[in-house]
């Protein structure tokens, strides 16, 4: 199996900068797609960003050119650039991982607090 750990969170200003980091554990050598969500209160989870094993990557169009997203295969860790943050950035980030065999695995999130 796979555990899935985000850290970097926190609380910054409209403008400011933030880098997430996902550390993976576990059957890793089996992860195909890795990739940022978020769920900000009251609305459903949305896709932030996603990373292949080969490094190709995709974007939500809210976050295009402001975010960068990366993995680092040797030390089985994602990671997310946030940069120009604005409030309606706020939310839960959460790290997520796919496998070839098809399973999903979900990290417990992050806060991300943007005020003004």
């Known amino acids: 199996q796979v555990q899935l750990v985000e850290s970097g969170g926190g609380l910054v200003q409209a403008g400011g900068s933030l880098r997430l980091s996902c550390a993976a554990s576990?059957?890793?050598?089996?992860?195909?797609?890795m990739g940022w969500y978020r769920q900000a209160p009251g609305k459903q989870r949305e896709l932030v960003a996603t990373?292949?094993?080969?490094?190709?990557?995709n974007y939500a169009d809210s976050v295009k050119g402001r975010f960068t997203i990366s993995r680092d295969n040797l030390k089985n860790t994602m990671y997310l650039q946030m940069n120009s943050l604005k409030p309606e950035d706020t939310a839960v980030y959460y790290c997520n991982a796919e496998a070839y065999y098809r399973a999903d695995f979900w990290g417990q999130g992050t806060q991300v607090t943007v005020s003004s």
């Open positions: 990373v292949s094993s080969g490094g190709s990557t």
């Open positions: 576990g059957s890793t050598f089996s992860l195909k797609i």
